[in-house]
């Protein structure tokens, strides 16, 4: 492992926010899931809106607020690094650490970071193993997209153009060759280019929507597993529990045991 989790926390709305810390120990990282909020670091004022994230260097002196705005809400994750990580990832992160950053994928990183303050939470023997090893790719994954801000506008309009299509479809199979014909480029093409810039094939994007729903469909609906299954277009719920597990990091019927504990 190159990173250790110290803890993961949700600020829910709360009304007078306020945390001062004279030098925080970890690494932080934070990402604004509504609203806007204030953080002094090292006497900087820095203001971050929802769709951004920030890491937090460690030995920074931190003050954070509501300020002049109505409650937030935010994902943070505290973590060091360990004798085994690479002297590039402290490198890569020292030199954002402490500036908003304006994701393209948001989306995609708010519920990976709800995935990841759910395992953290979750009582179970290989907790911290899973929670790790969300956090390890939740970080990796959000350096990359922040590396790859340079990538050609017109890629983006056409990577665009087919999540908004699969965003409409997602509980219908998608072919990559459908994808194709409704951008009008070859199926290598598409495949090659929706990577790139998401880091991700176009079926693991079609999961990750599905996982989504279902996440919100278990806590919010009386629906059972196999009823979730069926309506996202899963033909095999034996398939369906692994998918969930796989974004998730638990089965779905871990969140149906937390539903009936609301």
């Keep these: 492992m190159s990173i250790v989790l110290d803890g993961v926390y949700y600020d829910d709305l709360i009304p007078n926010w306020h945390v001062t810390r004279p030098q925080n120990e970890n690494y932080i990282f934070l990402l604004a899931a509504e609203g806007q909020f204030l953080y002094s670091l090292n006497s900087a004022t820095v203001q971050m809106n929802k769709g951004e994230i920030m890491f937090i260097r460690d030995r920074t002196n931190r003050i954070g607020t509501n300020g002049q705005f109505p409650p937030h809400r935010k994902y943070s994750a505290h973590f060091r690094m360990d004798s085994s990580a690479e002297p590039s990832l402290a490198k890569e992160i020292n030199r954002i650490a402490n500036t908003p950053v304006k994701l393209r994928r948001f989306e995609y990183f708010r519920q990976r970071m709800a995935t990841l303050y759910r395992a953290w939470r979750t009582q179970t023997t290989f907790r911290e193993v899973t929670s790790t090893g969300i956090a390890m790719e939740l970080v990796g994954a959000v350096l990359d997209d922040i590396r790859k801000q340079n990538i050609a506008p017109h890629k983006w309009m056409v990577v665009k153009e087919m999540e908004n299509y699969i965003l409409a479809r997602f509980r219908e199979e998608i072919k990559i060759e459908q994808l194709a014909r409704h951008v009008s480029r070859t199926p290598n093409y598409v495949s090659t280019i929706f990577k790139e810039v998401t880091g991700q094939t ?5 999961h990750q929507m599905r ?11 009386s629906m059972n597993v196999a009823e979730i299954s069926d309506y996202l277009g899963y033909c095999d719920p034996t398939y369906f529990n692994r998918m969930f597990k796989k974004w998730c990091g638990e089965p779905p019927s871990a969140m149906v045991k937390r539903r009936k504990q609301l």
Excluded: R
């Design 211 to 221: 996982t989504t729903t279902a996440q919100d469909l278990l806590l919010h609906t």
């Design 202 to 206: 176009p079926i693991e994007y079609v």
